[in-house]
DNA sequence: AATGAATGAGTGTTCATTCAT
DNA sequence: AATGAATGAACACTCATTCAT
């Protein structure tokens, strides 16, 4: 009977990880139930017995890797709470989890970005999640006199967003190995001197 | 026989913009070929008298447009040279552009980062031709003493390409208007104050 | 023991009656063996254990709705001798049955008839001993002087049946209420005028 | 031009006879496009550059049959004034429209009545044009004294189509063959026997 | 050059049936 | 006896591409 459990727990587990693998390969319009279902080891028909649609299994394995993210993220919260700090953390992670899961960071470069309307609307709510939460911290950090008040916090976090995912994205491209802590340093450390309090552009 | 000429050269044109448009609009799975004859008022068939394949027409598309942005940086680049103005027209032009064919932008937003790799990987060359032209400037300035020397070349680049990028992500989905100087001037004081020499961060 | 016995005769009758109520509802093909077990109580795998398929279900609850109705005549001919009141019995009962049984009559209806060839032949089966069930009753009427002997035995049988199954699949379709006794009496009312000796028609 | 034009038209109804034929045999349901496509000798997508849907082709077909109907007995009605001969008529055309097209005949018997709703609904507006037609008839008959008036309009209406159309079920199933005339004849004896004024029957 | 009718391979999903538990 | 997870064949429909006109 744990056998069982750990049996059904393990196929939609291997359903989920097969999707990744084929659609980060061959992209989601390009990679037939079929293909997944065969990755997986299991009959096409099975993948509906644990998943409404195609556009399901996908959903499914983009939320639980964002929750993963924003989960982890949240947690340290607790004790890094140093801004700067916090921005650091959230490139490393960010940074981090694809370096771990490169399938899923493959799919988030790609899939998620794309035009099947479902999954791009979709995602973009996690997207909107992380902008708000650095641009909590910037605002914290305006408030506490440590960062540039003249600059916007929203724009500043899509930067940072849009920074970190544009170097993931290159190296998911050339298949470039990355330090996950000292390319999240190198561009911390570009942004946070761009912010800092004090130092002010005088254009 | 003027006439025809021009005919011939209109057709191939209305094609291009009809894909342009009609793959904005569906994203290019959903865009059936008919569809995009339908809006460009040719029949099917003719499609393959000026291009190859679905896919050649997504390609010359987006080759034309990014070569048209390569140009005009090209060109103000003999008048232009200051480092830091040059950047600031980069990314000026990158706006700008995506603001004059919202079309293209949603496109270049959306399929070119989709794993139907024929593309992904054909796009990523104008990509890198991007990347490169920014790192010249950027070392050029390192040389010339004006920006900090301790940090990469490429990474800055591609924070600089990614924060523009995702701006205008951000943009295309929310439907939100911006200003194409403003923003560029908003990004560019964050990036030029974190990377302009005798700034440099003690972390 | 007694029980169980029970039991498995309430399972075997659970199934047949879900079926006759999904198929009425859904019509066969468009009635999942999943939703007659549902409709049942009981796993899918279960029907198996019971029928041979999912045609089998469907032809033995056919079966038995006409078996039933035969008995019923056959048991009363039994008290009833006049062939004009036999007639107007056969009516009424024909008519009650699917009064009573308003689902099985849908069934009769619509499934009945259709293409599935394997149901339309065995059904086929059950009207033709309907039919001598007429036929015989009508010519026993010719021998006895009553009814007409210039028309043709099968043909009235037939017209008889036709008449009452086509008000009942109009009531059955329309969801119009009637009520069984008068309007078996109208239709043979009719019937019986046209085939009572003595008034031939001289066309 | 012309033989291109007479193509068009000869593949739409080569289609739609392929149909009715392969549907005759198997049943809607057993009835793959693909089968119906082979049969008209037409590749399987090209039936949808005719109709919208499978259900499209079939409705098409029925909607044909019974238009061709309605319209012969009308256009006679011109001619045939007295009501009995109008019956006889509509008893007769229904036979012989049968016999001439034995596909249909089966595919009337059998689809039509069937739980796939949207042909049953949408053919049960067919049977109400017909049952309409014999009412008004029988409604003049009444009011011109021919026929009685103690009998409903419409249950003889119902029991007329019911008695030939059951009539024509059986030789459909038996595969008999019979003469419309006689047919048609010896049905209407009996019906206008039991309709006709002053033979009311002393029930 | 231009057309658009025709093709047929390809795909998401359903469901009757089986079988290990 | 009973379950229900698993199977995989089947099917309606779409669409990139071709080619006769």
Same sequence: chains 1, 2, 3, 4.
Avoid: W
């Amino acid at each position: 009977m744990a056998a069982s459990a750990a049996s059904l727990k393990e196929k939609y587990q291997r359903i989920l990880d097969a999707a990744v693998e084929v659609i980060a390969e061959n992209g989601y319009f390009n990679s037939p139930v079929s293909a997944i279902a065969a990755r997986a080891g299991v009959a096409d028909g099975t993948i509906y017995l644990y998943f409404k649609s195609k556009d399901d299994v996908l959903r499914t394995a983009i939320d639980a890797s964002f929750n993963r993210f924003h989960q982890q993220v949240l947690e340290q919260f607790e004790t890094i709470t140093d801004p700067r700090e916090q921005l650091l953390y959230i490139a490393q992670v960010h940074l981090d989890t694809s370096t771990a899961d490169r399938n899923m960071a493959i799919l988030m470069q790609t899939e998620v970005r794309q035009s099947a309307r479902f999954i791009a609307e979709f995602s973009h709510h996690h997207l909107v999640k992380y902008i708000q939460l650095v641009r909590e911290v910037i605002r914290r950090g305006q408030s506490q006199g440590i960062f540039r008040k003249d600059v916007s916090d929203g724009i500043v976090a899509h930067c940072m967003f849009g920074a970190i995912d544009e170097l993931l994205s290159s190296a998911v491209f050339t298949g470039r190995i990355y330090d996950a802590k000292t390319t999240a340093a190198q561009v911390l450390n570009v942004l946070l001197n761009g912010i800092t309090s004090g130092r002010e552009h005088a254009s």
